[in-house]
């Protein structure tokens, strides 16, 4: 997914003492007619959960009347996207070549590395739109690597009123096989009105508990739709409870505190402003850093990259950068 902000702010990512519930907010993803996503990452209170660096929550919509998304061809550099849905489908192309379907319980990990373009198409099957939009940034040992893309559809595991569905890395005895550049953590959790669950995680890993349906309590916190409560590393035990007498579900989100410099802006995860001004003006200019995409039916052919703003883009170190904390 594209961050398709026409005039996108200067990010400095970097964790921070932040420890609280983000609420989320509303933009626009596409044109007039673009359906809203709930925007939870990045924000001024907290840039990062680990290396996830950019939430996006959506849905339900309903898209009978052809409100679907349709994100032309885009460029990503320096990160990872991950797809998640829980309804609708969606058509993913890419320009190494790989055409996909993105469906419900069934994870998409496209690697952007040094550059790749995708576009995204709900299919018009779909009558309800729903689920997240997730970016993992590389490391920089890695943030040049090859174009590359991994599914896997997750076993759900129950336990005690609750439904676990890991698709990046391990809880509760489940482990997803795709790979990725830093340790992580991404799960889709269901509970049942009234369960509680309480999980053994990472005490290395802080966390992120990104509320879709129903009412929450976690991480000492209740949440409404779209919030994501924040939990610091130092805890073994993350604690969710259904207060309602209706289903929740929730996503949770987890890694080791990312320790290096970061600038992101528009769909570019890099470390400085000649990193991101060089691949925008690469972009624009049809660049083979990014490759094509095949086969793509959209009115727009590719999406064009907004003006750069008129001010130097500056990282900022996160707090602990190269003590692994």
Known sequence: ?????????????????????????????????????????????????GAWCFADHYGPHDVRDGTGMDVPPHPH???????????????HRDSAGVHAMVRPGELNLMTAGAGICHSE?????????????????????????????????PAPRTAGGATIRVFLGELDGARSPVHTFTPLLGAQIDLDPGAELTLDIDHTFEHGVLLDSGDLQTCGSV???????YQAPGHDRLRLTNRGDVP????????????????????????????????????QDHDDRFGAVSGYRGTTPRLPAPPLPHATLRPRPNPGAGTGV
């Open 1 to 49: 997914m594209s961050n398709t902000d026409a005039a996108p702010a200067e990010v400095d990512c970097a964790a921070s003492a932040f420890a609280g519930v983000l609420h989320p907010r509303e933009v626009p993803l596409g044109g007039p007619r673009a359906i809203r996503v709930r925007r939870t990452l990045p924000q001024r209170e907290r840039s990062l959960i």
């Open 77 to 91: 550099t320096g990160l990872q996207t991950v797809s998640w849905l829980f309804s609708g489908e969606v058509e």
């Open 121 to 153: 198409v709900s299919t018009a099957d779909t009558t309800v739109l729903h689920g997240v939009q997730l970016w993992v940034a590389l490391p920089n040992a890695a943030r040049d690597t090859g174009r590359d893309f991994a599914h896997h559809v």
């Open 223 to 229: 949440l409404t739709v779209g919030d994501l409560a």
């Open 248 to 283: 929740a579900r929730a996503v949770l989100l987890g890694g080791r505190p990312f320790g290096e410099q970061l600038v992101m802006w528009w769909n570019f995860v890099g470390r400085s402003h000649a990193d991101i001004a060089a691949a925008r003006e690469q972009w």
